[in-house]
Every structure is written in C-alpha cells, then in structure tokens.
C-alpha cells in the first residue's frame, strides 16, 4: 500500500511560482513512474505531466510545457512539480499519483493515462488570482 501526500498549494498571483511535493510512505518510489494531474471544478481530471521511475523520461501535454517541471528524489522518498508563470485557468486541486513499474530502460515511457495509476494522494489547492 502506497500513502501519497501533496503539499505546498496556495493561493498566488498570476505570474507566480510554486513548487508542490508529494511524499509517499510504504513503499519506495523508486519502483514507480509518478503523474501529477489536476481537476478544477466543473471539469474532468487531466493529466499535466509524469515521470518514469529512473527520472530519465518526462512527459507534458502541451498546454503546461514551458511553465511546468517534474522531478524526484529517491532520497526523499518526493517528487516535485515546480510550476511557473502560473495563470488563473491553472487554480485547480492538484494529485499526484503512483504507478508501478518494473521498466530497466531510464528512458521509459510514462503513461498519460488516468486509469493506469494505482494511487493517489488527497490533493492539494493551488488558487492563481488575477
């Protein structure tokens, strides 16, 4: 069983930065590729980048590229989405989430898919005020 725990969300201001984490607890995260996804109200869950369990492969959709940066410590047992220029269209509750895997190539795929991740964390507000 994998805990995930978001922090770091908070209300800013357009043009800002945040860096938000997510921590697990029973069990090594390096035996998972890890997503970040968010859901603002009203809308679908969508994905907003990943990373594979070596941290050699990352993937963004296109609307994030640019602004938002995923990385890990093995560690710290954490991986991080460092956003910026952040706008208001980007408030949302933010999830990370585990999937695990067993790929020996550092330049794995990461699935994009909602479905295909075994955990996740509670969330965590991230507010961009105009």
């Known amino acids: 069983q994998v805990h995930l725990v978001e922090s770091g969300g908070r209300l800013v201001q357009a043009g800002d930065s945040l860096k938000l984490s997510c921590t697990a607890s029973?069990?090594?995260?390096?035996?998972?590729?890890m997503g970040w996804f968010r859901q603002a109200p009203g809308k679908e869950r969508e994905f907003i980048g990943g990373i594979n369990r070596h941290g050699g492969k990352t993937v963004y959709p296109d609307f994030v590229k640019g602004r938002f940066t995923i990385s890990r410590d093995s560690a710290k047992n954490t991986v991080y989405l460092q956003m910026t220029s952040l706008k208001p269209e980007d408030s949302a509750v933010y999830y990370c989430?585990?999937?695990?895997?067993?790929?020996?190539?550092?330049?794995?795929?990461?699935?994009?898919?909602?479905?295909?991740?075994?955990?996740w964390g509670q969330g965590t507000q991230v507010t961009v005020s105009s």
């Open positions: 989430a585990a999937d695990f895997s067993t790929s020996t190539s550092s330049w794995a795929p990461v699935t994009t898919i909602l479905g295909e991740y075994d955990y």
């Open positions: 029973g069990a090594m995260l390096t035996w998972y590729d």
